[in-house]
């Protein structure tokens, strides 16, 4: 079974200021690694992904995420926060197959203030 | 393309009534996943959907089920809505091959009184 936590219910930045958002996964097997971004009222919006090969992922709106196995982090970064980053951050993993069909394990989120 | 749709937008029923909430999945996406989102909970994983048959099913009553048809798109219901029910209902599409990224649409906002 697979779990996720993200470090920080609550994260508040000024604007310009760099963003990260703290991940760590628990997998049995190699892991996919996802990070959403949620605005009120909304569903989710598929910021980066994480699959094999290189460890540094580019997103959209200028996010990127680093895998580091042995730390069992995917954490996310923006070097610098603009007004309209501001929403709530999902975390997310799944497995190849079997158990894991259509299901992705989501952790609690975190909620990212950006301050003029 | 067109992203993934979910009807109605808002909904509020009544304790002990049925509801049904349909979802229409990008086009050339055969796998529908279904979440439930409360602040109490997060989003957890209700059950998924390839081919017209679930494949996976997460931790909830029998009451919640759902369904998908020949052109995949799927339906869930919830009987004898409790007021715990309230929630946002999200619905995601994937191709269902690996890495399994899913599109999720805007949500149902369920309202039990």
């Known amino acids: 079974a697979q779990s996720v936590t993200q470090l920080g219910s609550h994260v508040s930045v000024s604007e310009g200021a760099l963003v990260l958002l703290r991940c760590n996964y628990s997998s049995s097997v190699p892991p996919y690694l996802f990070w959403y971004v949620q605005y009120p009222n909304q569903g989710l919006q598929l910021l980066l992904k994480y699959t094999t090969g290189a460890t540094l992922v580019k997103g959209i709106n200028g996010f990127e995420a680093e895998f580091k196995k042995s730390e069992t982090s995917f954490h996310l970064t923006k070097p610098s926060a603009h007004m309209s980053d501001a929403a709530e951050y999902f975390c997310a993993v799944s497995t190849a197959g079997g158990t894991s069909y259509g299901k992705l394990t989501f952790g609690q989120g975190t909620i990212l203030t950006v301050h003029p | 393309k067109a992203g993934v749709t979910q009807t109605p937008r808002y909904l509020i029923k009544t304790r002990g009534q049925q509801v049904t909430l349909s979802c229409s999945p990008i086009?050339?996406?055969?796998?529908v996943s279904w979440y439930q989102q409360t602040p109490g909970q997060g989003l957890q994983f209700l059950f998924e959907y390839f081919s017209e048959t679930q494949r996976n099913k997460g931790n909830f009553p029998g009451r919640f089920s759902g369904r998908q048809f020949s052109n995949s798109r799927s339906e869930m219901n919830v009987s004898t809505l409790e007021l715990g029910d309230s929630a946002l209902y999200l619905c995601?599409?994937?191709?269902?091959?690996?890495?399994?990224?899913?599109?999720f649409g805007p949500g149902t906002r369920l309202t039990v009184t």
């Open positions: 086009s050339g996406h055969r796998s």
């Open positions: 995601a599409s994937s191709l269902a091959t690996e890495p399994y990224e899913q599109y």
